[in-house]
């Protein structure tokens, strides 16, 4: 079963500087994605980024990136000039396909917050 | 214009008494899912349904029934409420193949007395 491991329960950083979130995951599939999503106060649940895994790039949405290294399964999210407004959980989430469908299996997030 | 909306926001409930969620997705997406996030923000996957067919039923107890009467609904009922049960009720849709993104609604968080 695929599992997805979030190593940093919280991390704060200062507003303007960097931070990255950890994410491994555990799968004997060759073909996948991966996710980050995000969890402000309000409980909504916001995509942050995708990453195809055939892709050797690495996605990248305005102020996120991600470092995806495939052999060693990881997937960390990269936040440049954090903002307040980042100050969120943070769920890295791996998507498999059982049975013809689609379904996510989310880690345990990590609280990030942004000090002003 | 809401993309998937849920209702109720907040369900606050005797154990024993059924309810339901409801849901509703305007993407034109053909897959919707129920997810549950319990008191520790964990989150996981209780039931897709694909064009109205159940795809994905997650060892969940039967006293949770899932009805898509079209495409574009998902409703959750659940019957004989456990205090167990109090958690917060994502409903998601996409559309199916290649990774498509799962579009979330605001949640449903259900309190059980």
């Known amino acids: 079963a695929q599992t997805v491991t979030q190593s940093q329960p919280e991390m704060s950083v200062q507003e303007a500087e960097t931070v990255t979130l950890s994410c491994t995951y555990d799968?004997?599939?060759?073909?996948?994605?991966l996710f980050w999503y995000k969890q402000p106060p309000s409980r909504q649940m916001i995509l942050v980024i995708r990453?195809?895994?055939?892709?050797?790039q690495n996605a990248t949405e305005n102020r996120f990136s991600v470092n995806f290294q495939k052999a060693a399964k990881s997937f960390s999210l990269k936040i440049s000039d954090s903002q307040l407004g980042d100050t969120a959980m943070y769920f890295c989430?791996?998507?498999?396909?059982?049975?013809?469908?689609?379904?996510?299996?989310f880690g345990k997030g990590t609280k990030l917050t942004v000090n002003p | 214009d809401t993309a998937v909306s849920q209702t109720p926001k907040y369900l606050v409930t005797q154990m024993g008494n059924d309810k339901s969620i409801k849901c509703e997705q305007n993407?034109?997406?053909?897959?919707m899912y129920w997810y549950k996030q319990d008191s520790k923000k964990f989150l996981k996957i209780m039931f897709s349904?694909?064009?109205?067919?159940?795809?994905i039923n997650e060892t969940v107890p039967n006293r949770f029934s899932p009805k898509s009467p079209d495409k574009a609904h998902l409703n959750l009922h659940i019957n004989s409420l456990e205090l167990g049960d109090s958690a917060v009720y994502f409903c998601?849709?996409?559309?199916?193949?290649?990774?498509?993104?799962?579009?979330f609604g605001d949640g449903t968080r259900l309190s059980i007395l």
């Open positions: 989430a791996f998507m498999t396909y059982p049975g013809g469908s689609e379904k996510l299996v």
């Open positions: 998601a849709s996409s559309r199916l193949g290649q990774g498509q993104p799962q579009h």
């Open positions: 993407l034109g997406h053909d897959t």
């Open positions: 990453q195809e895994a055939y892709k050797q």
């Open positions: 799968t004997s599939e060759n073909n996948y994605y």
């Open positions: 349904y694909n064009n109205k067919e159940l795809i």
